[in-house]
């Protein structure tokens, strides 16, 4: 692959060696698809059309059974996500503690509903059905951070450290 | 048969030098870091650093105290180890003042204390006899808080891997008797013997054969094993180890849920640990048996952790869940037999082997053996993890460990089992802890989760949390479940926003019977458990919510009338500019008064109010 001097495309080439690299370690593995799917993701930071098919046609399956397995998991996502995942916790110890206000307080300091994704891309507004950490209980996932005793009006404080 | 024992001898001789130094142990489990533990730690080393003091630093994963996270340990030589709660990083300077210079503990931090061969201190609780321990057996978490789970020669300094080098040494049928005879129970929930299961997939025929960990723990309320990982991690590989050989196979799999990132990231360490040190790979100790183990990140989806359904998604598909039989021990993993145990089950086998049956068999009641570890959360003083002998009543769990309800409120129910088990009321307080007498109460051991709810919490809100829980996870493949819940689901909605009818009872209870007749797997059969138990125990909350229009809990909206005191009312009018639906009226310095037809019951002038003027019932 020869080396571009634009910027912008280089960020591209260097995203589908990575791409390419991936679909050669999994390509004769057993069971690949999800791995590839999680590898792509991390990537791409989400999955787009154009991946999914070449996924398909690389590991040498149907598109509906590659778009099945990323419809099934609540881990893959279809459209462009932002820079940081919030994940608010609604599992039972959250719930009884008030895991919702947490919710609701992080809705309104960021003007956007659970599923939805900031204009700017910052943040993606998520809820999860528990995180394992109900000794904290209410307790949200930012990235791969967990914070937890959490009280409504402190969570706007935590979200801002958060680029 | 190569043995360990140079190893050990030489791990063990570091482990002593390690503990004969002034130590300061931070606790970075998962807990531990998300309520800051991180954050003391770096504080720790720049105090170290800026007071020039001869200490090491070291970190261990959770001790089971979640409600005193952070936590800190100090050790000095010749001296009680004292363990630290609530250790903020504002509380370093002192808390290395005081003890590491002056040898003093700060006694009013202190959690607990472990005196070892040392003279405990006067006036801090000894772990053993602290409230929180005093009831619990350490046997599965004996290492968590202790040592350093990164570190697989603390591993085999203290005990770890003579389970396997014991295992080694016997015939394989002699290793699953051994198991078979400590009544060892699946800990996932299930409660099937593991010895016997071991047996039909030794039995099985086939050229290939895989041992499995189901580490995919997704009920809500439940983090045993995500500790045991995080704490323990070689405990794990040590026990599927054991089962490899036993069964025959030689490769292991161990699904993990994404959403557990530590635990993925220490399991992958203790593997190219014990992979470097010759534990695991090729010719195991010289025996000729090979062992691989291999990660797979799950994708997020709670069906997986129904045993069919994770082997579909290791071998890449959806994880929807298959007609059994076969079982897996005959067609697992690629049709091959399939060992497929969760991760605390796997963690009691080193022990077991390493203690022999009966040391396990003394801890327990008649048909349910050792210990299980539970995870206590909700409206309880000590949230945590514990570790209890079977047989232990609720009471003990709730009010002795966990130290009984927060704020002096009432105990009103406990969960356990998650969205497939039960909720147990007062009456069943005296309940002894197994998986017989769960069942017949109407809930189940699960995984280990006891979710405590005091009078606050309203119990069809509750039902109805599960059911939009198991709605939400259902995997849609066969029709009483999908279908079946989310007519259930819709009923609880209706009673909590006040439009239920008498019917509805009869309704439920017949979708319930259906359901759990005919769904094809565990969360289908069991997903109508809350509802069932609830209406069961709390039959006249669910009256109140149908006849009465009412929500004694004071939770479901739909059925809250907001009202004004007049006597606490000054008039200050913050919640007449809070309220969005204008449904708050009053002159200036007058009691004001709330229009419930036009209330919409957001609880915004309940929050503004600053008189504690305003009341909801």
Redesign the interface.
């Known amino acids: 692959m020869s080396a571009c001097a634009c910027g912008v495309e280089k960020v591209v080439l260097s995203h589908e060696e990575a791409f390419m690299k991936l679909l050669d370690k999994y390509r004769y593995y057993k069971g690949g698809l999800i791995p590839v799917l999680q590898g792509a993701q991390d990537i791409y930071g989400y999955l787009p059309k154009d991946v999914l098919q070449t996924i398909a046609k690389e590991l040498n399956m149907p598109f509906s059974k590659v778009y099945g397995v990323v419809t099934f998991y609540a881990q893959f996502h279809l459209k462009p996500r932002g820079n940081n995942i919030i994940r608010i916790c609604l599992g039972t110890a959250c719930h009884v503690r008030g895991g919702a206000k947490i919710l609701q307080a992080v809705q309104e300091h960021l003007g956007i509903k659970h599923g939805e994704t900031t204009e700017d891309l910052r943040f993606t507004l998520e809820t999860v059905a528990c995180i394992g950490a109900c000794g904290l209980s209410p307790c949200m996932m930012i990235n791969d951070d967990t914070h937890g005793r959490l009280n409504p009006k402190a969570v706007g404080a935590i979200l801002d450290t958060y680029e | 048969m190569n043995n360990l024992n140079d190893l050990r001898t030489k791990c063990q001789e570091e482990y002593k030098q390690k503990l004969s130094r002034p130590r300061i142990v931070v606790g970075l489990g998962?807990?531990g870091?998300?309520?800051g533990g991180a954050k003391v730690m770096e504080a720790i080393k720049e105090e170290v650093a800026a007071r020039g003091l001869d200490i090491d630093i070291d970190f261990t994963s959770c001790i089971g105290m979640?409600?005193r996270?952070p936590m800190v340990e100090v050790s000095l030589p010749g001296a009680a180890s004292v363990v630290y709660g609530d250790i903020f990083p504002d509380k370093v300077a002192q808390l290395l003042e005081s003890h590491v210079e002056n040898k003093t503990p700060v006694y009013e931090w202190a959690a607990i204390q472990i005196p070892g061969e040392a003279t405990p201190y006067e006036g801090i609780d000894i772990m053993e006899k602290a409230p929180y321990y005093e009831k619990q057996v350490r046997s599965v978490t004996s290492r968590l808080g202790r040592t350093n789970p990164e570190s697989i020669g603390e591993y085999i300094a203290t005990g770890g891997y003579e389970g396997l080098e014991k295992a080694l040494g016997m015939e394989r049928q002699a290793v699953i008797d051994e198991v078979k005879k400590s009544g060892l129970r699946g800990r996932g929930g299930g409660g099937f013997s593991t010895g016997m299961k071991w047996q039909f997939v030794y039995n099985a025929q086939g050229d290939k054969k895989y041992a499995v960990c189901n580490a995919d723990?997704?009920?809500?309320?439940?983090?045993m094993d995500?500790s045991v990982l995080e704490g323990d991690p070689h405990a794990i590989l040590e026990g599927m180890m054991i089962a490899g050989y036993a069964i025959g196979a030689d490769e292991g799999c161990i699904y993990c849920r994404?959403?557990?990132?530590l635990a993925i990231r220490r399991l992958n360490l203790a593997i190219a640990k014990a992979e470097e040190l010759g534990i695991l790979g090729e010719n195991i100790l010289d025996t000729g048996f090979n062992f691989h183990i291999r990660i797979?990140?799950?994708?997020?989806?709670?069906v997986c952790g129904e045993e069919t359904a994770l082997l579909n998604?290791?071998?890449?598909?959806?994880?929807?869940p298959r007609v059994r039989p076969p079982f897996p021990a005959n067609s697992g993993l690629?049709a091959k037999p399939t060992c497929l145990n969760n991760v605390e089950s796997y963690a009691n086998v080193p022990f077991i082997l390493r203690n022999g049956s009966d040391w396990y068999t003394s801890m327990g009641t008649d048909k349910s053996k050792g210990s299980k570890v539970f995870?206590?959360?909700?409206?309880v003083n000590n949230?945590?993890?514990c570790e209890v002998p079977m047989g232990i009543t609720l009471r003990e769990v709730i009010f002795n460990i966990a130290g009984g309800i927060q704020d002096g409120g009432t105990f009103k129910a406990v969960?356990s089992g998650?969205p497939s088990g039960g909720c147990l009321p007062t009456s069943q307080l005296d309940l002894k802890i197994d998986y017989e007498s769960l069942t017949a109460a109407g809930s189940m051991m699960g995984s280990g989760?006891l979710?405590v709810?005091d009078e606050t919490?309203c119990m069809v809100d509750?039902a109805k949390?599960?059911l939009n829980?198991t709605q939400?996870?259902s995997?849609g493949k066969c029709t009483p479940c999908r279908e079946g819940t989310k007519r259930m689901l819709e009923i609880l909605h209706r009673i909590c926003d006040g439009q239920g009818v008498i019917e509805d009872l009869d309704t439920l209870d017949r979708l319930s019977t259906v359901i759990t007749k005919s769904a094809l797997c565990g969360l289908g059969q069991t997903c109508a458990n809350p509802i069932i138990s609830t209406m069961r125990y709390f039959r006249d909350e669910y009256m109140a919510h149908i006849v009465d229009k009412r929500c004694p809990a004071g939770v479901c909206a739909a059925l809250l009338v907001y009202t004004v005191d007049a006597e606490k009312c000054t008039g200050c009018g913050a919640c007449l500019r809070a309220c969005p639906a204008s449904a708050i009226t009053g002159e200036k310095k007058q009691p004001h008064s709330i229009d419930p037809a036009a209330c919409i019951k957001c609880g915004a002038c309940i929050t503004k109010c600053k008189f504690d003027a305003i009341y909801k019932a």
Do not use: H
């Open positions: 998962t807990c870091i998300a309520s979640c409600y996270e723990e997704g009920d809500p309320g439940a983090f995500r994404a959403e557990y990132p797979k990140a799950g994708a997020g989806a709670f998604s290791i071998e890449g598909q959806r994880g929807m690629w995870c206590l959360t909700g409206k949230t945590g993890l969960q998650g989760g979710v709810m919490t509750v949390f599960f829980f939400n996870e995997c």
